[in-house]
């Protein structure tokens, strides 16, 4: 995946309008929720559903075939 960056203002009540383009990246919409990580002096932004996914894939990784 490209790394895109984007310039984002800090408004009235420290409120910052995700672009279009991040939504649809991270498949979000108006009253969804978003992981913020903060790790020393950088923040990434996940999808509750995104996240979910990625630790379901992660896990049918590890267990064997035909458990549950």
Known sequence: MQAE???LK??????IVLPAEV???LAVNVGDTLIVRLEDDRAT???VDKTIERFQALVAE???AGRV
């Open 62 to 64: 590890r267990v064997p």
């Open 45 to 47: 932004l996940n999808s």
């Open 10 to 15: 800090i408004g009235e009540g420290r409120r």
């Open 5 to 7: 960056s984007y310039h």
């Open 23 to 25: 939504c649809r990246s």
